[in-house]
């Protein structure tokens, strides 16, 4: 009784598309048929982690929805996502990795934004494969953000140092999380810092890749 009263007055959207989905759902039926899945290229390989593998490519009502998730307050699409990566994680890295942990942004901007997308995304993911994400880097400055920048040598030159790495990661094979690749170079300084404390390996996922 209460369900169907809470449709009525509090109908549901679709995370994606913004159409309203019927009892309580978070992606409609279209958006689970026709989104930009990567399919074969969900894969790809980086420098300093091993591969990075994206269930979707970073275009229209992904992109859209992921401004919500990260700029507009939407925190609880990670729930809704999670399901995607963890999938697309399952497929490509089983038995592969030790822990999962998370790009993490600086105290400045987790401030700022009151969540750590990345973060969020990682716990979901974590929950949805039957474990737990734990913390494995601190970003120890903050910087201008990547999307402001040119190409990647800047986005790398930004980034250098930014990192440091926390207790308890050498000898692992590292699964790191974050929401969005487009040059990589977030996860590579991350992969890189993790290498240099001890790392055996670190393999990578995101919600989504760039196209390019």
Not at 88 to 110: E, G, M
Not at 145 to 153: A, H, M, T, W, Y
Not at 178 to 206: F, Q
Request: with cysteine; hydrophobic share 35%.
């Amino acid at each position: 009784m209460i369900l169907p009263l809470l449709n009525l007055l509090f109908p549901s959207r679709c995370v994606f598309c913004r159409e309203f989905v019927p009892n309580r759902q978070a992606v409609c039926t279209n958006c689970n048929k026709h989104l930009p899945f990567c399919h074969e290229e969900a894969r790809q390989t980086g420098e300093f982690y091993a591969a990075c593998v994206s269930p979707l490519f970073y275009t229209d009502t992904v992109r859209d929805s992921h401004h919500r998730y990260k700029f507009n307050g939407h925190r609880w699409y990670a729930k809704t996502y999670a399901p995607f990566v963890a999938k697309c994680i399952a497929a490509h890295y089983t038995d592969r990795y030790d822990l999962i942990t998370w790009v993490p942004l600086s105290k400045k901007r987790r401030r700022k934004r009151g969540y750590d997308q990345a973060e969020l995304l990682a716990h979901a993911i974590a929950a949805e494969l039957n474990t737990e994400a734990v913390p494995t880097l601190q970003k120890t400055r903050d910087t201008t953000p990547l999307s402001s920048l040119g190409g990647k040598e800047e986005r790398k030159a930004t980034l250098s140092g930014a990192y440091t790495a926390l207790d308890g990661v050498s000898g692992k094979r590292i699964l790191l999380i974050d929401d969005i690749i487009t040059t990589g170079t977030s996860l590579s300084e991350c992969a890189r810092c993790l290498l240099m404390a001890g790392a055996e390996e670190v393999l990578t996922a995101t919600l989504a890749r760039s196209e390019v």
